[in-house]
Structure formats: structure tokens, C-alpha cells
């Protein structure tokens, strides 16, 4: 990638005035920077991006896999590929910067966003990260490497400080962001919203000087522009001698004129606001934004269809955890004739959760329902799908549908959407075909209020229920009728719990016989979220009168009874799995769980297809003949698990995270805050690590999967590597009837750690069907570190290591014990664990 010498950014840099400077250190706009012609700079455009690259204004986008997914391929080749995706994507929409991948860890199951984490190993995490950059970047598009650091949990996400000791904080938190920071190169960091305390300092990790400065920048050497979080920047001085380069979102924020202030007061140096400003020239002549550099083409063997990607991503990440004789039903072979009947079950068949809620989320321009995909798949077989619901999920109604409403001043479909100032007068109005006013911000610049008014027709005898809600100030009328008066103005906590995402509502049950019109009428204040900008949020739902959930469940049992298999999709959905906040069960919501028993007791060729992000409990799970882990697996999803059931696509994915089994069991049951402090106090021991510490047994171990086929392990070798670490030699094969996809785990045992195996190298392979294949798995040389806290620096940890290889880190196939000291000094006789395959 050309660039400019730094000497030609400083030049540039010297030309201007220090207003002129400190400007451009805020976001012109929400999602952009500020352009400079007199020294060649464009604007810089943003977009998040951690499941598909959003874009700015209209349009919409592919809704790709959550992270986790794209982890639980154990597959850097196929991270590269997202990267390259994400890069291709960024150009066309005309974003420069996308806002992942996310580095931090999945600390805890019931994170608000651990499914926009990779996984709870910090060696996954580096690897599977630092290819999404390498590969991003490679096409002239900045990646952002975030939160930095220690943001695992969502409850007070933006006050509480993290207090991680110095050996944790290096060994287990630090390392996936030096991986794709320092060693695979992101161009920009985003500081986290939470603080942190490392024994040394304790500040908010944008106001935190001995991370941002003195680790980061002085320490790593970082060449590259460090961004806040979204509206994370709330001081001026502290946030500008840390280490912080440029507050977003913009127009609005604590700089400007207070940093100038701040400088000529002498409390900020302006040299250093000339790094800064040399750092922010510097990634825009990365991104082809500065005169004189451009970016070099994206190859067109490169750009790929956003559904085919999504759909083989979301195939290939699968997880198995649990395999019966019935499946996977291929078209032609006995399982799957002509007469075969199929039930598909569950609300999230039907209306599955593709991508989870805040930043990641996308705007599609449609979603597969497994319902849809496997109708599709077995058209022309003879095969029949047969759906039931089996009971709702949701608190929240659906969302109205607009053909039911009447705007009352024209008498057409649509809602009346009036925008007036403070003293009443009318500004501007219209009518809108919507029912969902989510970041509306289109209303004139002096507007104060708007009211929304239609006439909503139900039909249908029984008890509807209309659902409609806002933030901030608003009043609820129905009929003319004040129902509800709601005072919270606080626009910027609805931002950051993401309720401004789906805003709580007034339910008002209405009776209907026949037929009835509602007239509905919200007056909302507009909402000031400060660095957001001003903008209204609102919805207007409607659930109708229909069976109830032992109804629903009836039909759906009987359903599976009278069918030759059963499919049942539960999972979790908008209301649980989000960023804003954390989850407070593992359980399914609903009776997903009550569901599945009764099902699998009526057809013993059921398969269970999880649709969720974070780990949920599944006390059915040995009840089950197969089981498999869908994830939030994008717009595709439905294609991909017909691709998967119909034995069209392998299953290849391992889970990056640990299965509990029950909830009392987890290591780190929680994120919530102290006294405003989340205390790290299980050390490195995050994870899996956890369970071993404490000799608890999971559901399902991390790293597990089982694909359609069987893989059995030969001779394994240990040697030096090249760069002080092991290389580790595999022999595998494929003793099942499939071809298949094998990732082969390296964990090591720490002399003086007995029974501790933590993930040291992976490597994923593909096998024909009864062939075998040789895997390489090089161990880096930091697996065989320490760090020292007493020097302080990494130091290399002489003595016997065992070298563990296997399908995960409780099925271990051979163990080869290594005396390290400076370099292999021996290698002792190969012990071979059970080399059969094993099933859950």
C-alpha cells in the first residue's frame, strides 16, 4: 500500500492554524470527518461493520454471519475472505474506515454482545481478527480495531471500570489486539467506553494515558489514528493528552474550541495536536483520501455476490453438536423419498434472528426463513413441509402492518406525520406508509415536536392488542383518549441500552367483533442525544387475537407425531441478544425447552437447529438424535441450513466458546458492576480455562463439533519451529462416507500447571472420504511465554510441556510431552489418547 513519508504530513500539518487543526479532530458529521482542499484532504467516511458494512444513507446491505460464526470456522483463509468481502462492500457504499473486528473477549455467556465477539480463547480471537484486517486492508480499506480494552460486558457499559491485573491484562486481553494492531497492522483503534484499571492507573480507557500513550503508541509503536466510541469522548484535556486522535460522532463533542482553549492555556501541548493531525493525514493517504495517493483497484476475481457469501459462510459454520443416524436427509437416498413428510417447528422458522441488535445490525434487503429455504430446497423432491409455530417468543407485538392504517386527512393507506416548533406552529407534514420511526431524524431543523395520527383497521373477532411506543417525552392517544404520559428525556441512555432500537410501548387491548377503527395519536418531543444528534424513535405494533401457547404447542406435537421427521428452530431474538445490554438468563425465552421435549418424544428423527449467538442452556439435549448450531447466521440463513439438512454443504464449525450445562456451573456468571467496578478476579483463567480451573463439566467442550463425517488421528511429531515456537505434525483421516472439513487443535500444558490445556495452534483441513492428509500446526513461540510483571516483558518458560492434539479440548487424540529450554531438547514416546471417533 503507497503512502506519504511522514516529513510531507508534517509539512501539511505546519500550514495550518490551530483552530484549523483542532477541527478536524471531531467528525464533521456522524459518520464522516472533516475535508481540508488547501492540504489536499477529502472527507474520511465511517461505517460500522462487524456483520456487514452498513453504508451511509440509503440502501441496503448483505447481512453476513456474526462474528462468532465466522470463528467458529477455526478458518483464517475463510476470515480473509469476510475481509476482502468487507473491502469490496466498503467501496461500493463509499466507506473508507469499517468499524470491526471486535478483539475483545466472550468473558462471560451472557454479554449483550457476545455474539460480535469471536471467541473466548485469545489465540482464536488474534487469528481469526488479524486475517479480517490483513485482508481488508490489502484492498485499500481501514479496519478498526475495537473496543480497546477489557469491554466484555454491556450492563453500565459506558461508566463501569474493569479492573484486570497486569498478567491478565497481557496474557489473555492485550494479546488479540497486538495481533491485529502491531502485527497484522489496523489502521485506526476505537477506545472503549468503559474504564479500566491495571494496577497502575485507573481512568476510562479514552482518558487512560498509560494505555493509549504508553502502551499503545510508545510501547507498540502505533503509527495509526486512535478513534472514540461513539459519543465515549466526554472531556477535553484528559481525552487529548491519553492518547485519543479523533472524537466521534460529529458535529458536537468536547474539543473545539475547548481544545484550543486547553492548548493555548498550556494544558495540551500543540506538538501534540499535531500528531494527532499527522496520524488522521495518515490514514486518510491509506485510504486513497489525501492528493497524491491512491488505492489500488479491487481485482475482480475478488468481488464476490454478498448472498453466496453469506450462505457459505453461514453453511460452513455450523456446528454439529450432536449427530444421529437420520440425518443429514439427502435427496435420492432412503431417508429422503418421495412421500417423506417433514415438520418444521418454531417461531424462529418462521421469523429467525439473522443478526443481533446495535451497531452490527445491517439493512437488508431480504432474509430466508428456514421455512422458506427448506420449501425451497425439497420443491420438485415430492417431499412436503408442514409448519407449526409452536408458541410465541416475543414480548414485544409485531409490527403494525401499514396497509392497515389510514392517514385521516387523505383517507389513504399511511400515517400523518406533522413536524411543529416550540410555539405549535406547524413546520412541515406529510404521510408515510411505515409503522417504525427508529433514528428518524427527517424533520426541519427547528422542529420541537411531532405528532404521528392514523386509524389502524383490525378484523377479527377477539382481543388485538396495539403496542405503541416511543422515547424520551411523549404522550399515547387513543380515540381521543390519553392513555399514557411518559417523561424521560434522557435520549443519550437510550441510545447507549439500544431502546432506541425497539422502545418500549403502551399496550392497549382492544375488543373487536367483526371489524373496528382505532384512531392512534403519539405527540413526541424530540429527542436531544447529544452526540447523536436529534432525532425521534417510535413503533407502532399489533399483535392479533389467536390460539394460545398450549394450543399452539398441541398442534405442533401432533404435527411431529404424523411426520417422518421433525425440525424444530428455537433460539433467542431482538429482545435478548443485543448491544445495550446483557442478557439475564441462558434459558430460551419462552417455552422453546418444553417445546423440544415433547417433540423429540414424539419423533425420534428430530433435529434441533439452535438460531443464537451466546451460549443457551439445552436440558433436552441428550433426548435429541441431532443437534446442530446455527448461530446468527445473516440474510441467507434459511438456503444454508437446507444446504446443511440436505447434506449439500459440511458442517465443518467448532464452537469458539464453552456449552454450560448449567448456569450455576459458569465460571463468570455475570458482568455486573461493584460499586461501579467489574473486578477480573479468575486472572487468565477466562473460558474454558475457567471450567478446568474449577473442574466443572460442560455441556459441550470449546472447540467441539462433529460435521457429517469422522476423522481418526495417526502419528503426531513435535520439532522446533523457525521462530523459537514448535512445529507440530498431524496425521489425520477421513474414515467416514463424506468428504469433510477437520480442524486440528494444538493445546499446551504449562510445566508446574497440571491438567490447564490452553489453545497453543489450529489448522483446518479438507478431506475426500476415506483419504488421509498430513496437517502442519506451528506453534507460535509466545505460547511457550510468560509474562513477567517483575522485569516486566515476555519471558520464555523452560521445562517439560505436554503437546495435546485433538478434535477439542476435552477430546484429545495424542499427547507429546517437550522439554523446552531455548528450543526442543527431546521429545519423549508418542501416548495415544482413544484414537475412535467420538460423538456427543
Known sequence: MTSLPTDDLRTRVASLTLTEKVTLLTGATAWSTHAHPGIGLAEVVMSDGPAGVRGIGAGTSTSLPAPSALAATWDTEQAARIGRFFAAAARRRGVDVVLAPVLNLQRTPVGGRHFENHSEDPHLTAEVGAAVIAAMQGLGVAACAKHFVANDSETDRTTYTARVDEVALREVYLPPFHRGVIEAGAWTVMSAYNGLDDGVEAAPAGEHRGLLTGLLKQEWGYDGLVVSDWAAARTTAPTANAGMDLVMPGPHGPWHEALVAAVEAGEVSESLIDDKVVRLLRLAARVGKLDGVGRPPIPAHLVEEGRVVARDLAARATVVLRRGAAWPLDAGAPNLSATTAVALIGANAAEPYVQGGGSAKVRVEREVSPLEGLTDALDGTGAVVRFARGGGVLDHAPMLEADLTTDPVTGAPGVRLSAHDAAGTVLAQESQL??????????????????????????????????????????????????????????????????????????????????????????????????????????????????????????????????????????????????????????????????????????????????????????????????????????????????????????????????????????????????????????????????????????????????????????????????????????????????????????????????????????TVEVAAGAGAAVDVPVPARALERWAPEAPGWRRVGGTYRVHVGRSVADIRARVDVAIDGGVRGVTALEFADPSPVRA
Open 434 to 763: 411505515r409503522t417504525d420511526w427508529t433514528w428518524h431524524h427527517g424533520f426541519p431543523e427547528r422542529t420541537a415536536g411531532l405528532v404521528l395520527r392514523t386509524i389502524v383497521h383490525l378484523t377479527g373477532d377477539g382481543s388485538h392488542e396495539l403496542e405503541l411506543g416511543a422515547i424520551g417525552y411523549h404522550d399515547v392517544l387513543v380515540d381521543g383518549e390519553l392513555v399514557a404520559s411518559v417523561r424521560d428525556d434522557d435520549g443519550a441512555r437510550a441510545v447507549l441500552n439500544s431502546s432506541v432500537n425497539a422502545p418500549e410501548g403502551v399496550r392497549v387491548p382492544v375488543a373487536v367483533e367483526g371489524s373496528r377503527d382505532i384512531e392512534v395519536e403519539l405527540r413526541l418531543h424530540v429527542v436531544d442525544t447529544g452526540q447523536y444528534g436529534r432525532l425521534i424513535s417510535a413503533t407502532l405494533r399489533h399483535a392479533r387475537p389467536g390460539p394460545d401457547a398450549d394450543a399452539e404447542i398441541e398442534t405442533a406435537v401432533a404435527l411431529a407425531a404424523r411426520s417422518d421427521v421433525a425440525v424444530v428452530v428455537v433460539g433467542t431474538n431482538a429482545e435478548v441478544e443485543s448491544e445495550g445490554w446483557d442478557r439475564a438468563s441462558l434459558a430460551l425465552p419462552g417455552r422453546q425447552d418444553e417445546l423440544v421435549h415433547r417433540v423429540a418424544a414424539a419423533n425420534p428423527r428430530t433435529v434441533v437447529v439452535v438460531n443464537a449467538g451466546a451460549p443457551v442452556l439445552m436440558p433436552w439435549l441428550a433426548e435429541v438424535d441431532t443437534v446442530l448450531w446455527a448461530w446468527l447466521p445473516g440474510q441467507e440463513f434459511g438456503h444454508a441450513l437446507a444446504d446443511v439438512l440436505l447434506g449439500r454443504s459440511e458442517p465443518a464449525g467448532r464452537l469458539p466458546w464453552t456449552l454450560p450445562a448449567d448456569a450455576a456451573d459458569v465460571p463468570v456468571p455475570d458482568g455486573i458492576p461493584v460499586d461501579g467496578v467489574i473486578d477480573y478476579r479468575e486472572g487468565t483463567d477466562v473460558g474454558y480455562l475457567g471450567w478446568q480451573r474449577l473442574d466443572r463439566t460442560p455441556a459441550l467442550p470449546f472447540g467441539h463439533g462433529l460435521g457429517w463425517t469422522d476423522f481418526a488421528y495417526g502419528g503426531v511429531t513435535v520439532a522446533s519451529g523457525p521462530d523459537g515456537g514448535l512445529s507440530v505434525a498431524v496425521d489425520v483421516t477421513n474414515v467416514g462416507g463424506r468428504d469433510g472439513r477437520e480442524v486440528v487443535q494444538v493445546y499446551l500444558e504449562r510445566p508446574g500447571d497440571p491438567g490447564m490445556l490452553r489453545l497453543a495452534a489450529f489448522a
